[in-house]
């Protein structure tokens, strides 16, 4: 088995720029060396940024509400004991993951594959590992990936459902101890990006400050359970006219097996009148054989049964149901008029 070794390019200040535009409803993302970011804002055509991002606002919290469980433990893990060498198939599991998450479309995981990375290489150049080292770097993972540790997208929705006039009263004050800066460029007016080196929780309330501000909060879809921006955070909606659509076929559907079910019994119901009624009138017209009736129609009683059962199973539609009741009207009618027939022949 060969040693994997991570894809993720080594960086000496690795940021993230985040900016929103209210009027467009975008947020754009930069991740890059920091002094190439800078210059990219200031209008360079050459600067290397290694990502760039343009998307509907929301996305980066939407990111930030994916968890990794255990992943970043292993990664760490694998990174920390590197030299023993001890368990290939773990570290190469851990690196691939590593990888993965650079590789993926999501900006958070791309930022902390990174950031985590670009440590990991200043830990190892500049000193001999020792356990001061190594703690640092358990803790700089930590405030790295704060917000998919939390509940990010639990707290939001508990938050939002509250009638708190500010918004941002539901993050415990322990959350907001990182720190970030502002970068400006005056590209269509003065254009603000926050920039964060490690905890992306002061971008995540960036975020949210702007998104409250229009009056947009998260939900989350439950036709395609995609996080997305409603006008409301209280009444529970969809994300798009395509789910409106799969929503009205889901209901339109389920009322109609509804509507099957009822007009299916309705219409046993109906025919089993039809004979208890004729059999009630033999009886009156003292039509003195009334038996055969009687017997024809305890066994419509029986295949009835065995039938809509069918129907309920879907093994039998419930138009031939409808249709078998209705020649078992036009048995019945034939049984009587016969049973009468022979009643007004014994009377003549
Ligand atoms: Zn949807």
Same mark, same amino acid.
């Given at each position: 088995?060969?040693? !994997?070794?991570?894809?993720?390019? *080594?960086?000496?200040?690795?940021?993230?720029?985040?900016?929103t535009?209210?009027?467009?409803?975008?947020? &754009? !993302?930069?991740?890059?060396?920091?002094?190439?970011?800078?210059?990219?804002?200031?209008?360079?055509?050459?600067?290397?940024?290694?990502? *760039?991002?343009?998307?509907?606002?929301?996305?980066? !919290?939407?990111?930030?509400?994916?968890?990794?469980?255990?992943?970043?433990?292993d990664?760490?893990v694998?990174?920390?004991?590197?030299?023993?060498?001890?368990?290939?198939?773990?570290?190469?599991?851990?690196?691939?993951?590593?990888? /993965?998450?650079? #590789? @993926?479309?999501?900006?958070?995981?791309?930022?902390?594959?990174?950031?985590?990375?670009?440590?990991?290489k200043?830990?190892?150049?500049?000193?001999?590992? $020792?356990?001061?080292?190594?703690?640092f770097?358990? $803790?700089?993972?930590?405030?790295?990936? +704060?917000?998919?540790?939390?509940?990010?997208?639990?707290?939001? /929705?508990?938050? /939002?459902?509250?009638?708190?006039?500010s918004?941002?009263?539901?993050?415990? %004050?322990?959350? +907001? $101890?990182? @720190?970030?800066?502002?970068?400006? #460029?005056?590209? #269509?007016?003065?254009?603000?990006?926050?920039?964060?080196?490690?905890?992306?929780?002061?971008?995540?309330?960036?975020?949210?400050?702007? !998104?409250?501000?229009?009056?947009?909060?998260?939900?989350?879809?439950?036709?395609? =359970?995609?996080?997305?921006?409603?006008?409301?955070? =209280?009444?529970?909606?969809l994300?798009?006219?395509?789910?409106?659509?799969?929503?009205?076929?889901?209901n339109?559907?389920?009322?109609?097996?509804?509507?099957?079910?009822?007009?299916? *019994?309705?219409?046993?119901? #109906?025919?089993?009148?039809?004979?208890y %009624?004729?059999?009630?009138?033999?009886?009156?017209?003292?039509?003195? $054989?009334?038996?055969?009736?009687?017997k024809?129609?305890q066994?419509?009683?029986?295949?009835?049964?065995?039938?809509?059962?069918?129907?309920?199973?879907?093994?039998?539609?419930v138009?031939?149901?409808?249709?078998?009741? +209705?020649? /078992?009207r036009?048995?019945?009618?034939?049984?009587?008029?016969?049973?009468?027939?022979?009643?007004? &022949?014994?009377?003549?």
């Amino acid at each position: 088995m060969d040693r !994997i070794y991570p894809i993720v390019p *080594e960086l000496k200040e690795c940021v993230l720029a985040f900016s929103t535009n209210d009027k467009k409803q975008t947020e &754009h !993302i930069l991740i890059g060396e920091l002094q190439e970011i800078r210059a990219a804002l200031n209008g360079s055509n050459t600067a290397r940024i290694l990502s *760039e991002t343009k998307r509907p606002i929301g996305s980066l !919290i939407a990111d930030c509400c994916h968890s990794i469980p255990g992943v970043m433990s292993d990664i760490r893990v694998a990174l920390s004991t590197e030299e023993s060498s001890q368990n290939l198939e773990f570290w190469n599991n851990s690196i691939n993951a590593l990888n /993965q998450l650079y #590789n @993926s479309n999501n900006e958070s995981f791309k930022f902390f594959a990174l950031r985590v990375w670009q440590e990991y290489k200043i830990r190892t150049k500049n000193s001999r590992r $020792n356990t001061d080292d190594m703690s640092f770097f358990i $803790n700089f993972i930590e405030d790295l990936t +704060l917000p998919v540790r939390l509940s990010l997208e639990s707290i939001i /929705q508990k938050g /939002q459902s509250g009638l708190s006039d500010s918004p941002l009263d539901y993050f415990d %004050n322990t959350l +907001l $101890n990182g @720190s970030a800066k502002l970068f400006y #460029n005056n590209e #269509n007016g003065v254009q603000e990006y926050i920039v964060a080196d490690t905890d992306l929780m002061p971008v995540v309330i960036y975020s949210l400050k702007h !998104i409250y501000s229009t009056h947009q909060y998260f939900q989350r879809c439950k036709v395609c =359970n995609k996080l997305f921006l409603a006008h409301t955070a =209280n009444i529970p909606t969809l994300c798009s006219d395509k789910c409106r659509r799969t929503q009205s076929r889901l209901n339109k559907r389920k009322y109609d097996k509804a509507k099957k079910n009822i007009s299916y *019994e309705k219409d046993y119901k #109906n025919s089993y009148m039809y004979w208890y %009624n004729k059999l009630e009138k033999l009886k009156k017209a003292k039509v003195v $054989n009334y038996e055969p009736f009687e017997k024809a129609f305890q066994s419509f009683c029986m295949d009835a049964r065995v039938k809509k059962r069918a129907v309920k199973d879907g093994s039998l539609s419930v138009s031939s149901f409808n249709s078998w009741m +209705l020649a /078992q009207r036009t048995k019945a009618d034939e049984i009587m008029s016969q049973l009468l027939a022979g009643q007004s &022949h014994i009377e003549k």
